[in-house]
């Protein structure tokens, strides 16, 4: 009887894992997206984000 949880608790734990979304991020840019800071700044972001398992939107003006 406790295979058949263990195996069901195993399971539903990969289903759920199978179905998980990495967490998005958005960051609203201040500047413009032609200043060389900003763009840096953002490619930066992009780095980390991609490092940590995040999926980074960046809106600029």
Do not use: I
């Not at 179905?19 to 958005?26: F, I, K, L, M, Y």
């Not at 609203?28 to 980390?48: C, H, I, R």
């Amino acid at each position: 009887m406790l295979k058949v949880l263990l195996a069901c608790v195993y399971l539903l734990g990969s289903a759920y894992a199978a179905t998980a979304q990495a967490t998005s991020v958005v960051f609203l840019n201040p500047g413009k997206s032609t200043e060389t800071f900003w763009v840096d700044y953002a490619q930066f972001m992009q780095a980390a984000a991609k490092d940590l398992g995040l999926a980074l939107r960046v809106h600029c003006q």
